[in-house]
């Protein structure tokens, strides 16, 4: 390499660098110290001892972690497929110009800016059977209210109803940005031929939102496995643990029994879980890419 292409190599250089600094400073020695941890019995007030696979031996045997892991795999499967299902539907009613569609679309995202404390105290006003709106309606109408909060069947309906509440708007607006960026020609093209509302949807809308799809379901995925406030605030991971999820299980151990070690292998299962999920969804929505361009 001459001198001049190294001179020139020098701008670029300078402006990545500060950035793979953060970077190895906020995330990759972080995740190197977390993994180092998880090989450790210790606690908060001291350095510990080394005592390499056992938490995750004692972890894989520990049937209340695996109710947590059972949970989180569950309430992901409520979630992700309704939220998706929805955000399409809603940017498809909303995708056009005028202003009720530009309030409605403000309304539908202004839950995505509330925080997670104020989220779960409207849904225990909502889905409380006692005194919330949902009991109150079913009184009215002579029903038994339905104990979301407190029934093992329920809560983890409670949780999905409440994240899909809380997350809508996002997924809305990229669905709403991949439909703005469908060329008008597919749509005349297919008006002229007399292509039915349904097949231009399914033959031009779908197709054309592929990528956008991918990317709302693998984003969701990996914030759904991640659930943890909902679970806390709303349901408290209760009753009998039937809504307690991996990152509620981290929080009890690492906080309420301070056993840092443990909830940091934890972490780790988890980390390696939504990074095996997200690139088996990438690897087959690539296959099928690469099939639908074969045909």
């Known amino acids: 390499m001459s001198a001049g292409t190294a001179r020139r190599g020098d701008p670029g250089l ?5 950035f793979l600094l953060v970077y190895l400073l906020v995330l990759i020695l972080p995740m190197l110290h977390g993994l180092w941890l998880s090989l450790k019995v210790i606690d908060i007030w001291g350095d510990g001892r080394f005592a390499g696979l056992a938490n995750y031996a004692r972890l894989f045997a520990d049937p209340v972690f695996g109710q947590s892991l059972i949970n989180t795999f569950l309430v992901a499967l409520m979630i992700v497929p309704l939220l998706t299902i929805i955000a399409l539907g809603l940017a498809l009613a909303l995708n056009r110009a005028g202003r009720g569609a530009a309030v409605l679309r403000g309304i539908f995202f202004s839950s995505s800016i509330l925080s997670v404390t104020i989220v779960t105290l409207i849904w225990r006003f909502i889905l409380a059977p006692d005194a919330g709106l949902l009991g109150e309606v079913a009184k009215g109408m002579g029903v038994e209210p339905l104990p979301f909060l407190s029934s093992p069947g329920l809560a ?3 949780l999905a109803i409440t994240t899909i509440w809380w997350s ?13 960026q469908v060329p008008a020609d597919l749509y005349e093209a297919a008006a002229l031929d007399g292509a039915s509302r349904w097949r231009t949807f399914a033959r031009i809308t779908v197709p054309s939102l592929r990528r956008t799809t991918i990317l709302v379901v693998m984003l969701q995925t990996a914030a759904q496995l ?8 709303l349901t408290a991971g209760g009753p009998s643990g039937a809504s307690r999820t991996v990152v509620l299980f981290m929080n009890e151990v690492a906080f309420g029994r301070w056993e840092l070690g443990y909830a940091q292998a934890a972490a780790e299962v988890l980390f390696v879980i939504i990074l095996c999920v997200t690139l088996t969804q990438y690897w087959l929505t690539g ?3 690469e099939g639908e361009g074969g045909r």
Do not use: T
């Open 14 to 18: 300078a402006f990545v660098g500060p």
């Open 156 to 158: 983890l309906w409670a």
């Open 168 to 180: 809508i708007g996002l997924p809305m607006l990229l669905f709403l940005a991949g439909l703005q």
């Open 226 to 233: 991640q659930l943890f406030g909902q679970s806390q605030l």
């Open 287 to 289: 296959r099928a890419g």
